[in-house]
């Protein structure tokens, strides 16, 4: 039974070069989180994905975050033009889809912005 | 919009004393409410939630929480700590109908001391 997986788990790269963070839910999981977890600060909200619908992008922080989700499965967040701000570390969770869920979160990547 | 507070950054105890991590929230209509334990390096793991019910809610590792709506409170406590619990510990609050849109306290981070 795998959990939910995140790859790579540490990502250093240097200001302004674009990088690519992946998500694998849970098998079956309709629901898909993403959140930001900056150094002293709890978990920030990115972007929830459900099913067919359309995302609920209201916590991307800038037009320079974007994500997908392909096939209803696997997502890919998306950081443009990386700036010294981004660094974080970047949480991916799944969940049933339904109002009662429990989320069950990822390990994280740690993205280093030089 | 609903919010959580976490009053105690830090807290150090010591191993076989008890422990009250405290938490409050804010939230128009009946909350549902998760404690989640972050260890270093990893993600997060759900330690028990609310939804409705008993007030007195039962965790793993030894936990539990209890829901007071008249204190707007939901602190988290164990009887006796292991050096294993040293962690950080997240508060979270979710809306009820609709999906989970959950927002976190900034966490308190446990020491446990010999």
């Known amino acids: 039974g795998a959990g939910v997986s995140q790859s790579p788990s540490n990502k250093v790269t240097e200001k302004g070069k674009d990088v690519e963070l992946r998500c694998d839910p849970i098998s079956g999981h309709t629901a898909l989180y993403w959140y930001r977890q900056s150094l002293g600060q709890g978990l920030e909200f990115l972007i929830y994905f459900q099913g067919n619908s359309a995302p609920d992008k209201s916590g991307l922080p800038s037009d320079r975050f974007s994500a997908e989700r392909t096939g209803g499965s696997v997502s890919t967040l998306t950081i443009q033009r990386t700036q010294q701000e981004d660094s974080a570390v970047y949480l991916c969770?799944?969940?049933?889809?339904?109002?009662?869920?429990?989320?069950?979160f990822g390990p994280g990547t740690r993205l280093l912005v030089l | 919009a609903q919010s959580v507070t976490q009053p105690d950054i830090h807290i150090t105890v010591s191993e076989g004393a008890s422990l009250e991590l405290r938490c409050n929230y804010s939230y128009g209509a009946t909350p549902y409410l998760f404690w989640y334990v972050q260890s270093p390096g990893q993600g997060l793991q759900l330690l028990l939630k609310y939804f409705s019910g008993d007030t007195l809610v039962q965790g793993i590792k030894g936990f539990e929480a209890e829901f007071k709506r008249s204190q707007s409170s939901f602190n988290l406590r164990k009887p006796s700590v292991h050096w294993s619990d040293a962690a950080e510990y997240f508060c979270a609050v979710g809306t009820s109908g609709g999906y989970q849109k959950v927002t976190f306290g900034i966490g308190t981070k446990l020491q446990v001391i010999p």
């Open positions: 969770a799944s969940g049933t889809g339904t109002d009662q869920e429990t989320q069950y």
